[in-house]
């Protein structure tokens, strides 16, 4: 039985993939994991767009330095953040915890007041830097699962992002884009990566133990 090791070792930052779709089973599960990612305080605050449409892509691709992995790969899933946090979104996230863990609203109002205490004392960029850290974390979770999945997976900054937000007309929607991630198969005849063993620092380097 494959460890998660063994996928971790397996994956690699694809550069062509194939053109096959990955199963929607796998992309279900795929985003099952981004979904279930860790974030602070639980908020999540951001959006995932799930990019199949090829016309829709073509116009990615454009914006993004022409990477092939865009148009080539299966999906390309945006992680967007939200541009500005508004107490609603608090007070929207209050009730759908109370809700899911059948608590009085009222028995939740120190831990909305500690949040939203924390997004007023941030300007609204400090805000949205902070929301696109988030990100990365759901990022680095879906990469993981695609791996598990045996999909591979491309995670991508390499784009103008205002170009990318008006492509997918994500002003609109209280949006801005952070990252991406291309899902797929290798190509193994066209990535010259794909044979090339990992390259990591050593746990002697990486590591510093402090007991």
Known sequence: MKTLLNHLN????????????????????????IRLSASSVGLQPYTVLVIENEEVRKEIQKVAYNQPQIVEGSHVIVF???????????????????AVRNVPLESLEGFRNSI??????????????????QTYIALGTGLIAAAEQ???????????????????????????????????????????????????????ELFITIK
Do not use: C
């Open 10 to 33: 397996w994956r690699y930052a694809t550069k062509r993939m194939n053109g096959e779709k990955v199963p929607q089973d796998k992309l279900d599960y795929i985003l099952e994991a």
């Open 80 to 98: 967007a953040a939200w541009e500005k946090i508004t107490e609603e979104q608090i007070d929207a996230y209050m009730q759908h915890t109370a």
């Open 150 to 204: 045996g999909v591979d997976a491309t995670p991508m900054e390499g784009f103008d992002p205002k170009g990318l937000d008006e492509v997918l007309q994500l002003k609109e929607k209280g949006l801005r884009s952070v990252s991406m991630m291309t899902i797929g198969y290798r190509n193994k005849a066209e990535d010259f990566l794909a044979t090339a063993r990992k390259v990591r620092r050593s746990k002697e």
């Open 116 to 133: 939203l205490g924390s997004v007023k004392s941030r300007t609204d960029e400090q805000n949205f830097e902070w929301a696109a850290r």
